[in-house]
């Protein structure tokens, strides 16, 4: 979904940017950084882009869609090889603790 802002039961802005992404089939949002300068009027934060808000807003809206992505590449990581093999390995070593337990 991508990089956006929330707004309080007033309807202000939080001052925090929000960011949403797909993990293990879950939808997962988390907090990213705040945000500074002035925010577009509309309450979408890529409207940024467009002219609206200030600079010093894109440019915290770019820090956050960089933070977005780090949170996606590091929670999305599959086990590298050597990890799953090792595994595999306690795995094995647990099924023969368990299996032998009649002969000692």
């Given at each position: 979904?991508?990089?956006?802002?929330?707004?309080?039961?007033?309807?202000?802005?939080?001052?925090?940017?929000?960011?949403?992404?797909?993990?293990?089939?879950?939808?997962?949002?988390?907090?990213?950084?705040?945000?500074?300068?002035?925010?577009?009027?509309?309450?979408?934060?890529?409207?940024?882009?467009?002219?609206d808000g200030d600079l010093i807003f894109q440019e915290s809206y770019?820090?956050?869609?960089?933070?977005?992505?780090?949170h996606k590449k590091k929670y999305s990581e599959t086990p590298t090889?050597?990890?799953?093999?090792?595994?595999?390995?306690?795995?094995?070593?647990?099924?023969?603790?368990?299996?032998?337990?009649?002969?000692?």
């Amino acid at each position: 979904m991508g990089v956006y802002l929330k707004t309080t039961k007033s309807g202000d802005f939080r001052p925090h940017f929000y960011g949403s992404y797909t993990l293990n089939g879950k939808r997962v949002e988390t907090s990213l950084n705040e945000w500074k300068g002035t925010p577009p009027a509309s309450g979408t934060a890529s409207d940024c882009l467009k002219g609206d808000g200030d600079l010093i807003f894109q440019e915290s809206y770019f820090e956050a869609k960089a933070k977005l992505e780090q949170h996606k590449k590091k929670y999305s990581e599959t086990p590298t090889e050597t990890e799953k093999s090792r595994l595999i390995e306690q795995r094995n070593e647990l099924n023969e603790r368990i299996f032998n337990l009649d002969n000692p």
